[in-house]
């Protein structure tokens, strides 16, 4: 029998020394719970339970045939009628089909193509081998030109009346650095599995794959997704996913308005708890390290700042596109050389995109006609972000550059910042008028609401966690904060031209 020892046992020499180790250690401790990101609040799976209920549920599961660049794709829908309208169809997006042609393709004008189509142009899309709806083969067919809205006959459906709706199709995806695409660094599945369209003011929304902004609506649904990959590939995606003792990459993800994923050979996977959540980078270079310590500085100050984050994992993940970054539920997609910019580039770019987890997956809205709605709030965040890590200061000499100059800027006085995506001909218009001015609206409410726009956001953000809000929503919620008819100001900023 081995007896434990005894501190007071020991010589009197020895017991200081393990007193001197102890309150070390002691001190290391505290200071690891002073700086460890307990802030880092999420809405926990069971909050997400309750709001889930009553949402479609959708299943997915593909094999990845690398040769072809093709993903084989078995998709059920459950879904239920949740509005107050019998509907006569039911209406998928099916945006993959607009990179079919060079016609279509959202990444094919001239200020992206070069840097898209690295290789010139190369075909992408959807191709439907079966559509079943409640077990029966359903007559469907596209409505576009661009085979994007995709239209199955159902019959009448009463509200709350549900049914299963079965897809078999293969992705093939181009090469092409964009959301969808493949390019030597990943493959990039970006608003290419179809979301179920939304049902408003009576009809479908049809909006084409514009090729300006995020022309995206949808509704939050519930996603399993269960993906098959060669052996050394490594899968990120909105759902969290763990691979099977079949070698099956599998997760689900409750209440989430898209779902999006990326897969690669080449990255070093860094994960780290912050808090309620689990933040990973999935990188090819050493700077995954940097991107790891900047998302848990941004996650704990959003929150600070606007409340719980949507779910319990944050996925960060390297790829090529054109643009910086593109968010979708608990997934972040950030370009290459951002990993390796100087400066605070690829800083702001992650505060930014994760905002997006608020301004978007929380507090969904209509990316197509109202993009100021998440895309100005998310580069408010952003900046409330600089302005609460690095002081006043260091907040002020970056509105002057995002916002002030856009506001001076001269030849843009055609455009509002509440206009729709399709308005905009260039990507340098829509940035200037939908973020730089689109968030001069935010500053100009903080001053309204005396310093408490952020206090006004978190109130907005969680009156309907994971549900779409109007910009009626946006107005009736600073109204409501404030006491006052914000109205005057928000249709001065919005929809007058500058003069
Ligand atoms: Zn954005």
Request: some cysteine; hydrophobic content about 40%; aromatic content about 12%.
């Amino acid at each position: 029998m081995k007896q434990k020892r005894c501190i007071m046992t020991l010589p009197v020499g020895k017991r200081a020394l393990i007193c001197v180790f102890v309150l070390l250690l002691s001190g290391l401790l505290l200071g690891w719970l002073v700086l460890c990101p307990k802030d880092v609040q999420a809405y926990t799976r069971e909050e997400r339970a309750k709001f889930s209920q009553g949402m479609n549920t959708h299943r997915v599961s593909m094999v990845l045939h690398e040769e072809d660049g093709t993903l084989a794709v078995i998709h059920e829908v459950d879904f239920v009628n949740r509005t107050q309208d019998p509907l006569p169809h039911l209406v998928l997006r099916t945006y993959a089909n607009a990179f079919l042609s060079e016609e279509t393709s959202p990444a094919a004008i001239d200020e992206v193509y070069d840097s898209a189509y690295r290789a010139g142009f190369s075909t992408g899309g959807l191709h439907l081998q079966g559509v079943w709806w409640q077990g029966e083969a359903a007559f469907h067919r596209y409505e576009d030109e661009a085979q994007t809205v995709l239209r199955i006959e159902t019959g009448d459906m009463q509200p709350g009346d549900s049914g299963t709706l079965k897809m078999m199709y293969v992705l093939s995806v181009p090469e092409c650095a964009y959301r969808f695409g493949r390019t030597d660094t990943a493959w990039q599945i970006g608003n290419a599995i179809p979301v179920v369209s939304v049902w408003q003011e009576g009809a479908w929304r049809k909006d084409p794959y514009d090729p300006i902004g995020d022309p995206f609506i949808s509704e939050s649904a519930n996603w399993s997704l269960r993906i098959q990959l060669p052996e050394g590939m490594t899968p990120a995606a909105s759902a969290s996913l763990e691979k099977d003792g079949d070698g099956i990459w599998q997760g689900e993800v409750l209440c989430a308005r898209d779902m999006a994923l990326t897969f690669s050979r080449h990255y070093t996977l860094l994960e780290k708890q912050a808090g309620d959540v689990l933040i990973r980078v999935l990188s090819t270079s050493e700077q995954g390290r940097q991107a790891l310590k900047l998302s848990e500085k941004i996650l704990e100050t959003l929150c600070g700042l606007y409340g719980k984050y949507p779910y319990d994992t944050l996925t960060v993940a390297e790829i090529d596109f054109p643009f910086g970054g593109m968010e979708y539920p608990a997934l972040v997609m950030v370009d290459r050389s951002y990993f390796t910019a100087e400066g605070d580039t690829l800083e702001l770019l992650l505060a930014h995109e994760i905002a997006h987890q608020w301004f978007y997956a929380l507090a969904g809205s209509d990316g197509f006609n109202h993009p100021w709605q998440d895309e100005a709030a998310s580069q408010w965040a952003a900046l409330r972000y600089v302005g609460a890590r690095y002081g006043k200061d260091s907040e002020e000499n970056l509105k002057y550059y995002y916002v002030d100059a856009p506001m001076q800027e001269n030849g843009l006085d055609i455009f509002t910042p509440g206009s729709p995506v399709s308005y905009f001909g260039d990507y340098m218009a829509y940035d200037s008028v939908v973020y730089g001015r689109g968030c001069a609206l935010f500053y100009a409410l903080d001053a309204f609401l005396m310093g408490s726009m952020d206090e006004c956001l978190k109130a907005y953000c969680h009156a309907e966690p994971f549900g779409l809000y109007t910009r009626k929503d946006f107005e009736e919620a600073v109204s409501d904060f404030s006491g006052k008819d914000s109205l005057p100001l928000i249709t001065d900023y919005l929809d007058t031209r500058m003069q």
